[in-house]
């Protein structure tokens, strides 16, 4: 099926959650989920504030038992270019970068550290592939590093991205503070039943506060999420057989900015991958 016949599907999807948030006055269209290959589907869904379409998202949902992620960071190049090098079913941008093109935060990437070992900015971690696949850790999730402190000497995931604000922890606890700053968003979070989910925005609708709660309310069953970079550099591409999707869609018409107009482009990426077990 092709781009847009799945489009036209999803546009005929206008089943809601009527309770989803309504304490909130939040309430989004049911996800209709559309499996891309084994233990990877996507969804568009649109989101309401008080009975007003205020934003769509654009969801992933990845089991990590079916499927692996790598952080790789080189020169900076449109997402696009990233997918064609690694040929990832999905790449998504990961954290914040400083001048040079330097990681903010410490990534791990194949087991190896790039970037400042302690920015008192990061709250939160995204780590996948346990060293040696112990049973006893997961194959992707998030840490609090309130709670999870890292140390190199015995970290035991092979890769790793830290950003921030943490917007959900483990109990439901919000964990950034109200503002007016709106901007395009990409979320990593963990669900209850231990599939990775990546949201990204179609619009620079969401707050980071406004967000968590939609978050907290949704029917996401959300464990934890993770805020990474916003604004241009808030991008998603998959590409799983002739099915080819890029968010926020509105940018796709202007793919020639994306390919030749740096303030798209990324130095660090996380790709998804299959898992050949």
Known sequence: M????????????VLCWPATGAAEGWRHSAPQ??????????????????????????VVKIDPHANYFRVFHHAPQSIVDWQKELGATVVFN???????????????????????????????????????????????TILDLRLNPVTLSNFPWNQGVQSYPLLLDYKG????????????????????????????????????????????TSAFEIDSALNLDGGTEAQLFIKSG????????????????????????????IGVFPRQE
Request: with cysteine.
């Open 2 to 13: 092709n781009a847009w016949m799945i489009n036209v599907l999803l546009g005929f999807c």
């Open 33 to 58: 989920w559309h499996t891309l290959s084994r233990g990877l589907s996507f969804t568009e869904t649109q989101v309401w504030l008080n009975e007003e379409p205020v934003e769509q998202l654009a």
């Open 94 to 140: 990961a954290s914040y970068f400083c001048p040079g093109g330097k990681p903010c935060g410490l990534i791990i990437a194949d087991g190896r550290p790039l970037g400042p070992l302690k920015n008192p900015q990061m709250r939160g971690m995204f780590v996948a592939e346990p060293k040696g696949m112990s049973p006893d850790l997961p194959r992707a």
């Open 173 to 216: 606890r919000i964990r950034v503070a109200s503002s007016r700053k709106t901007a395009q968003r990409t979320v990593v979070a963990a669900d209850r039943n231990s599939n990775i989910l990546v949201f990204n925005t179609r619009q620079s609708y969401f707050t980071l506060y406004q967000l968590a709660r939609f978050l907290k």
């Open 242 to 269: 002739e099915f080819e999707y890029f968010s926020p869609p509105g940018w796709h018409s202007a793919m020639y900015d994306l390919l030749t107009h740096q303030k798209f482009w990324l130095t660090t990426v």
